[in-house]
């Protein structure tokens, strides 16, 4: 068996590949002086099953990961399952306004021509996987790998950023083997937001604010001001997918004691693996 990492996906394919105890392909990709992409696997994949991973974010990932579903079924592959870690565009999964096309739709139609199975890890909109009509398709919960990095920290408090995110938060909670709770904001006048927890007191604690996407930071920022001024001894603010778009490190850096994401999307801030639970999920 065969793991072929897409260049969005290099890290988590490597710890793919030994959790599935499958060799890593040796895989040529470079841009072209125009910038078109060239990919070429350099393995006889005759015979094999073999894992494609890759992030389709950002943009230039998209048609990264098309290429090389067309160059594996090249060859006379046993199958492929195709693997996006984090799926761009899943929070464009309807249309808000007239004119606007479905993307997550879109992305999941042409994503299934060319794969026998699909995997994705904690799919922003789970009605993505409905659209895989015709393979099989399946949402890997990150919510195992959350919560053992921060059993480890030692958190005694996880919340989710809204109450619809909250049975995440439970999930991750009962990992560590600590208490969940969500947060609620109120606007006490024009410029000041409130934002506390449902329930639980943060005093003293050591809390992780856990969202599955992290953008520009703004929701968990907020959250995190607040927070601290309820006497929260230390803030971690922990995302499945760390997108952090433009000054999103610098913002979340400034209130928050640590920043961690996922091997989703690679970036400076990734120190958990969701390997092991591809693999779980892919074994079943
Ligand atoms: C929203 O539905 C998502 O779960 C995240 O809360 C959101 O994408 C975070 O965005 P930002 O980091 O830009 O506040």
Redesign the pocket.
């Known amino acids: 068996m065969f793991v072929v990492g897409g260049s969005a996906s290099q890290q988590l394919s490597k710890e793919l590949a030994k959790c599935l105890k499958g060799r890593l392909a040796k895989v040529e990709m470079k841009r072209f002086p125009d910038d078109e992409c060239y990919v070429r696997i350099d393995e006889d994949l005759d015979g094999e099953d073999v894992f494609l991973v890759q992030t389709t974010w950002p943009d230039k990932n998209i048609i990264e990961l098309f290429l090389l579903q067309d160059a594996i079924k090249e060859f006379d592959v046993l199958s492929l399952t195709t693997v996006v870690p984090y799926f761009g565009y899943a ?1 464009q999964d309807k249309q808000f306004k007239s004119g606007e096309p479905i993307s997550a739709r879109a992305l999941a139609k042409l994503i299934q021509l060319k794969t026998d199975e699909f995997m994705t890890v904690d799919v ?1 909109a789970p009605t993505v996987i409905d659209w895989f009509e015709d393979v099989s398709a399946k949402n890997v919960p990150g919510y195992p790998a959350v919560g053992r990095f921060l059993k480890g920290k030692g958190v005694q408090l996880v919340l989710s ?1 809204d109450e619809g ?1 909250a049975d995440n938060a439970k999930r991750v909670a009962d990992v560590v083997g600590c208490e969940a709770d969500f947060l609620v904001k109120e606007r006490l006048d024009g410029e000041t937001v409130h934002i506390t927890p449902k329930s639980l007191a943060v005093k003293g604690k050591k809390v992780a604010i856990v ?10 920022a907020k959250a995190a001001e607040s927070l601290k001024e309820q006497g929260a001894s230390r803030i971690l603010a922990v995302c499945t997918h760390g997108v952090f ?1 433009g000054e ?1 490190l610098k913002r979340l850096g400034a209130v928050c004691d640590e920043i961690c994401s996922t091997d989703t999307i690679e970036n400076p801030t990734t120190c958990i693996s969701v390997a092991s639970e591809i693999a779980r999920v892919a074994k079943d």
Not at 212 to 219: F, V, W
């Open positions: 929070r922003h950023p995110r969202d599955d996407i992290i953008s520009t930071g703004g929701t968990i778009a999103a």
